[in-house]
């Protein structure tokens, strides 16, 4: 034995095994770093080491068999003793070995300082106290797929991962739609995390060919651009689910290490069949885009996924929102056949209730149920599901945005302020949260502030119909005939058609006064009328025009669905005829139920009275 040890010494047998082990983790690295900016194959990786392990033992078995010499190699056995160069061949192996070594501690030192130093017991504590650092933003995974294709199954990912994420007690996510904006932008993280204000960024990629998926994934801290971990994931499609979690408790056990967070148990709801998931995820991406011909082509995928998987929660909930939000966006702005609006309706609290069965703790099946339930004036249980929603989620912008548009619309306007604001902080980038806030800002009388939102809401999404409208309002409660006309232009040039009065529309803008403008809202079917009568601040004109239906039916118009929107800068709430609206849409019974808002109270037994903005302390 001691001569064979001897002799492979002689050899360089293990220096030449040294060298090449040293050599070889060097070139994985140098490999591993270029592959995916080169676009090399998923396969590159592994085909690598294992080309790097097959020739391994032939090394071995070279440095063995053949010996240089100055007349180049020869066998060993072949070569007299004194003839053999093994001595300066080990010192050149002893200074390849040594190079790599210098190398190989290096990286490990740099990676120990480029990772964030451990925090002390007490340090810890006191960050999971303050709350500091404690956040996140997670930004949309790029698609790296060979034929660009695979967006909607990348933007699936980086959202699964986040809802995983906002389930961690004491951790801020930064909202999908303010995260999701910097899509395809080459922009330093640093100025991401500043700009989102998060402490931590995760971004990443997604390569899927055939049923292969490779998905990388890195968690960045924005102070100072140091990586604190990334992984790499070569599967097959169907581990898709055991990939997100893998991801999402890798980031979160980080996050948890780094600032002290209880990550606890997380669990998310999942469907074992890929189809159905895919189809969700197209599904879930036309609902956000939103349009009619996206609406409908969203509730057929999504009947597909639950016909596939029917306890699949999470597509009861999304077919429950295309219900509800189904009739604001038909084609034209053309209002759907009553009966078909009562049937979406209906589908969206069938749809939610069914979700919430499969699933209590689902924050926007309560939402959008709680929502759907309003349409039908059922605001007792509908404002429920609402709380219940808020309590559920109390971090997610769009149940937030959900509860404080109809929280709002029943004069619980300073309660329905307060959860916009929060949705705004969460997510400023959402067009649709700063139009809710503006409105809810116009109920105060906070005209200037309003109309802010509004134009904020517009330069985020310009093809959003909401705002330009609500703009247009808001100019008008302040007597801005400019201001309004010009509103209303950009409105029409968006292709925001006004149902009823499209033909009063160009002399309604081209009016020079007030005057001129009388006989257009007497020949209005409504909108131009309304219009009139809030420049004019016409309370009587507004009231003598408004459409007075039967004791027994449920308000119809705006302006009885809304009371708290006409509000002629507050002194429509003293009027009498503004409290029988207010009483015809069952609103004085929630306020019994549940408390009066804060500017309204009870008068006696059957009484009661709301004060303007203005008198408000």
């Given at each position: 034995m001691?001569?064979l040890?001897?002799?492979?010494r002689?050899?360089?047998?293990?220096?030449?095994?040294?060298?090449?082990?040293v050599?070889g983790w060097v070139l994985?690295?140098?490999v591993?770093l270029?592959?995916?900016?080169l676009g090399?194959?998923?396969?590159t990786?592994?085909f690598?080491?294992v080309?790097l392990g097959v020739?391994?033992?032939?090394?071995?078995?070279?440095?063995?068999?053949?010996?240089?010499?100055?007349?180049?190699?020869?066998?060993?056995v072949?070569?007299?003793?004194?003839?053999?160069?093994?001595?300066q061949?080990a010192?050149k192996?002893?200074y390849?070995i040594?190079?790599?070594?210098?190398?190989?501690?290096?990286?490990?030192v740099?990676?120990?300082?480029?990772?964030p130093?451990?925090?002390?017991a007490?340090?810890?504590?006191?960050?999971?106290?303050a709350?500091?650092?404690?956040s996140?933003?997670?930004?949309?995974f790029a698609?790296m797929?060979p034929d660009?294709?695979?967006?909607?199954?990348a933007?699936g990912i980086?959202?699964e991962?986040?809802n995983?994420?906002?389930?961690?007690?004491?951790?801020?996510?930064?909202?999908?739609?303010?995260s999701?904006a910097?899509?395809g932008?080459?922009q330093?993280?640093r100025?991401i995390?500043s700009?989102?204000n998060v402490s931590?960024?995760?971004?990443?990629?997604?390569?899927?060919?055939?049923?292969?998926?490779?998905?990388?994934?890195?968690?960045?801290?924005s102070e100072?651009?140091?990586?604190l971990?990334?992984?790499?994931y070569?599967?097959?499609l169907?581990?898709?689910?055991d990939i997100?979690d893998?991801?999402a408790?890798?980031?979160?056990?980080e996050?948890a290490?780094?600032?002290?967070?209880?990550?606890g148990?997380?669990?998310v709801?999942?469907?074992?069949?890929?189809?159905?998931y895919?189809s969700f995820l197209?599904?879930?991406?036309l609902?956000?885009?939103r349009?009619q011909?996206?609406?409908?082509?969203a509730?057929?995928?999504?009947?597909e996924?639950?016909?596939?998987?029917?306890e699949?929660?999470?597509g009861w909930?999304?077919l429950?929102?295309?219900?509800?939000?189904?009739?604001?966006?038909?084609?034209?702005?053309?209002?759907?056949?009553p009966?078909l609006a009562v049937?979406?309706?209906a589908?969206?609290?069938?749809t939610?209730?069914?979700?919430?069965?499969?699933n209590?703790a689902d924050?926007?099946?309560?939402a959008f149920l709680g929502a759907a339930?309003?349409?039908?004036?059922?605001w007792?249980e509908?404002?429920?599901?609402?709380?219940?929603?808020v309590?559920?989620a109390?971090n997610?912008?769009?149940?937030?945005?959900t509860?404080?548009?109809i929280l709002?619309?029943v004069?619980?306007?300073?309660?329905?302020?307060?959860?916009s604001?929060?949705?705004?902080?969460?997510?400023p980038?959402?067009?649709?949260?700063?139009?809710?806030?503006?409105?809810?800002?116009?109920y105060?009388?906070r005209?200037?502030?309003?109309?802010?939102?509004?134009?904020a809401?517009i330069?985020i999404?310009?093809?959003?119909?909401f705002p330009?409208?609500?703009?247009?309002w808001?100019?008008?409660?302040?007597?801005?005939?400019a201001?309004?006309?010009s509103?209303?232009?950009?409105m029409r040039?968006?292709?925001?058609?006004?149902?009823?009065d499209e033909?009063l529309?160009?002399?309604?803008?081209?009016?020079?006064?007030?005057?001129?403008m009388?006989?257009?809202a007497v020949?209005?079917?409504g909108f131009?009328?309304?219009?009139?009568?809030l420049?004019?601040?016409?309370?009587?004109?507004?009231?003598?025009?408004?459409p007075i239906r039967?004791?027994?039916?449920?308000?119809s118009?705006?302006?009885?669905?809304?009371?708290?929107?006409?509000?002629f800068r507050?002194e429509?709430?003293a009027?009498?005829r503004w409290?029988?609206?207010v009483?015809?849409?069952?609103?004085?019974?929630?306020w019994?139920?549940?408390?009066?808002?804060s500017?309204c109270?009870?008068?006696?037994?059957?009484?009661?009275e709301c004060?303007?903005p203005?008198?408000?302390d």
């Amino acid at each position: 034995m001691n001569r064979l040890l001897s002799e492979l010494r002689r050899r360089n047998v293990f220096r030449v095994a040294t060298a090449y082990l040293v050599v070889g983790w060097v070139l994985i690295q140098v490999v591993s770093l270029i592959a995916e900016p080169l676009g090399l194959p998923d396969w590159t990786d592994t085909f690598f080491i294992v080309l790097l392990g097959v020739g391994f033992p032939i090394a071995l078995l070279l440095a063995w068999a053949f010996e240089m010499t100055p007349e180049g190699m020869k066998l060993t056995v072949a070569v007299p003793a004194d003839d053999g160069i093994a001595t300066q061949t080990a010192r050149k192996l002893d200074y390849a070995i040594v190079a790599g070594l210098v190398v190989l501690v290096g990286v490990i030192v740099w990676q120990q300082l480029a990772s964030p130093q451990a925090a002390t017991a007490p340090e810890l504590a006191a960050r999971a106290e303050a709350g500091e650092g404690a956040s996140v933003a997670v930004l949309p995974f790029a698609d790296m797929s060979p034929d660009s294709d695979q967006a909607y199954f990348a933007d699936g990912i980086s959202e699964e991962i986040l809802n995983v994420l906002v389930r961690i007690p004491d951790l801020q996510v930064a909202g999908r739609t303010s995260s999701f904006a910097y899509r395809g932008q080459d922009q330093d993280l640093r100025e991401i995390g500043s700009a989102l204000n998060v402490s931590h960024v995760l971004e990443g990629s997604v390569r899927r060919s055939g049923t292969r998926l490779r998905i990388t994934a890195q968690l960045i801290r924005s102070e100072d651009g140091f990586h604190l971990w990334s992984e790499t994931y070569d599967r097959e499609l169907t581990d898709i689910f055991d990939i997100q979690d893998e991801i999402a408790g890798a980031v979160a056990d980080e996050l948890a290490t780094s600032l002290g967070l209880e990550t606890g148990a997380i669990s998310v709801a999942r469907t074992s069949d890929l189809g159905a998931y895919e189809s969700f995820l197209h599904a879930r991406q036309l609902f956000r885009e939103r349009g009619q011909a996206n609406l409908e082509l969203a509730a057929a995928m999504l009947t597909e996924t639950l016909a596939r998987d029917p306890e699949y929660g999470p597509g009861w909930t999304q077919l429950s929102g295309v219900y509800w939000v189904m009739h604001y966006y038909r084609q034209g702005n053309s209002a759907p056949a009553p009966e078909l609006a009562v049937r979406w309706n209906a589908l969206a609290v069938e749809t939610a209730r069914r979700a919430i069965v499969i699933n209590p703790a689902d924050a926007q099946a309560h939402a959008f149920l709680g929502a759907a339930l309003t349409e039908n004036w059922n605001w007792i249980e509908g404002l429920d599901m609402l709380d219940r929603a808020v309590a559920l989620a109390p971090n997610d912008p769009d149940v937030l945005d959900t509860a404080a548009q109809i929280l709002g619309k029943v004069g619980y306007v300073t309660e329905a302020l307060a959860l916009s604001e929060h949705a705004v902080a969460l997510d400023p980038q959402g067009a649709i949260f700063r139009n809710t806030l503006g409105n809810l800002l116009a109920y105060q009388g906070r005209f200037e502030e309003s109309n802010a939102q509004f134009r904020a809401s517009i330069d985020i999404d310009p093809s959003l119909r909401f705002p330009y409208a609500n703009l247009m309002w808001g100019l008008a409660r302040a007597g801005d005939m400019a201001g309004t006309q010009s509103a209303l232009i950009a409105m029409r040039d968006r292709g925001h058609l006004v149902r009823g009065d499209e033909d009063l529309i160009e002399p309604f803008v081209a009016a020079q006064s007030l005057t001129d403008m009388q006989p257009l809202a007497v020949e209005s079917r409504g909108f131009v009328r309304s219009l009139y009568a809030l420049l004019a601040s016409d309370i009587e004109y507004y009231f003598s025009r408004a459409p007075i239906r039967d004791i027994d039916e449920l308000p119809s118009n705006w302006a009885n669905y809304n009371p708290f929107w006409q509000s002629f800068r507050g002194e429509i709430f003293a009027d009498p005829r503004w409290k029988f609206w207010v009483r015809r849409g069952d609103l004085v019974d929630l306020w019994r139920a549940r408390g009066f808002p804060s500017q309204c109270r009870p008068v006696g037994e059957e009484d009661f009275e709301c004060l303007p903005p203005s008198e408000m302390d």
